[in-house]
């Protein structure tokens, strides 16, 4: 269905087809993501230095306008200082490619500890990893690669911002800019990844490449289980941003793995712009979008989404909802100048599609009901990034993030 937003603009829902409450988190689903792999993940991510669970939020200022129970909002925007949820990905795959690599020329199983002391440093400093990014995903891995030792190469295409790009060069990669979208650029680091023999540390799954994206999801994982461990009672709802898809398919496998059958509704939103979710739904199959792509929410700027994704949200996820770039900015210019008793957030344009996305459903009776929001609905947002961006966020919202914060 299609429906106006209280922003002047309009949205679209689309309903999965092939969406299972009642269906076991099967053999598929365990594939690519499963209990024993984010144990390791979690092990792994909560032992590096500067860990810390990220706040979550309660906005019962935005629940009692969307005429629901409670909405909370994870906050990615600190997490280990890079400014998004990416962290817990490629950082963590870049260590799992490292100490598999190790355990190959050596014979030995590596601690990080070893690592970040250099103990295998003959091994590590042979290593490039490279990669395709809207931003906070090459920087997380190119923070990865700077804090384990090995080389790192980052493509970004034509629309990425300086300043995005000159937050990965601050963590020593090198960056190459590519024409045409972030598809393109994809296709360009995995072509020159084959020529130099260097490897791949995407967020993104395409044929032939599947086993370091279970990696970048199931470090994502950690964010879901934090939020879960945290909230007064489990969510009704999920409203989470796409992309490529891999972030919404580690919220939905921890959620059915941790609730079995009472899992909470997972709901897709996808940039007006960039919809390949929506475009998937509709038909059933994956299936991509074309052109520049040019939504302002520059993190989910896909065409294409992530095969592993599909294996997991297929059954999982309940819907999907379109998010146009002026409702994202608005509700940047809301969480800044928030209503009372809710806390000032600082948000980057990635972060507010989900709550830019159950704020129009809310607002629109049929969507409601489609999605079953009532006053009971207990609704869960990720805020995966804050000024990642920071001249854009002031931009955007008419005074810097500082000032935001210092006026929470």
């Known amino acids: 269905m299609k429906y106006d937003t209280p922003f002047g603009t309009s949205a679209e829902l689309i309903l999965n087809p092939h969406f299972d409450a009642a269906a076991d988190y099967g ?35 935005l629940a009692a306008e969307a005429g629901v129970a409670a909405i909370h909002y994870k906050d990615e925007s600190a997490r280990f200082g890079l400014g998004s949820f990416k962290a817990l990905g490629g950082a ?27 103990a295998h440093d003959d091994v590590v400093n042979g290593i490039t990893v490279c990669c395709a990014t809207d931003g906070n995903h090459g920087r997380s891995v190119a923070w990865g690669a700077q804090t384990f030792g090995c080389h790192c190469v980052i ?55 599947t086993e370091i994206p279970k990696d970048v999801m199931q470090g994502y994982e950690l964010m879901a289980a934090e939020a879960a461990e945290a909230l007064p009672r489990p969510p009704t709802h999920v409203f989470i941003q796409t992309g490529v898809g891999g972030v919404a398919a580690a919220v939905a496998a921890q959620f059915r793995r941790r609730y079995g059958t009472q899992a909470p509704k997972v709901i897709l939103a996808d940039p007006e712009k960039s919809a390949c979710w929506l475009e998937t739904l509709r038909h059933g199959e994956p299936t991509p979008v074309h052109g520049d792509l040019d939504t302002l929410m520059a993190g989910l700027a896909c065409g294409e989404i992530s095969l592993l994704a599909w294996d997991v949200l297929k059954p ?27 806390p000032a957030i600082v948000a980057g344009e990635s ?37 990642t961006d920071p001249a854009l966020y002031t931009e955007l919202v008419g005074r810097p993030a500082d000032a935001v914060r210092g006026a929470a």
């Open 351 to 387: 972060a507010v599609a989900g709550l830019s996305a159950l704020m129009a459903a809310a607002a629109h009776a049929p969507a409601r009901t489609a999605l079953g929001l009532d006053e009971t609905a207990r609704v869960l947002v990720f805020g995966t990034e804050g000024d």
């Open 155 to 209: 493509f970004i295409h034509a629309t990425v911002s300086d300043g995005r790009k000159q937050a990965i060069e601050a963590y020593g990669a090198e960056v190459r800019r590519c024409a045409g979208n972030y598809d393109d650029s994809v296709r360009e680091a995995d072509r020159t990844a084959r020529e130099e023999g260097w490897t791949v540390v995407s967020d993104t799954s395409y044929p032939g490449y």
């Open 316 to 342: 999982l996820a309940f819907a999907a909802v379109s998010v146009a770039d002026d409702d994202a900015v608005a509700l940047m210019r809301r969480l800044a100048d928030p209503h009372p008793g809710d």
């Open 92 to 118: 963590y795959a870049v260590l799992r490619l490292l100490v598999r690599t190790i355990a190959e020329e050596k014979g030995v199983e590596a601690t990080v500890a070893e690592i970040l002391a250099g």
């Open 27 to 61: 053999a598929t689903q365990q594939a690519v993501l499963n209990d024993a792999a984010f144990d390791t993940a979690r092990a792994t991510i909560s032992a590096w230095p500067g860990y810390a669970p990220t706040p979550l939020h309660a906005l019962p200022g």
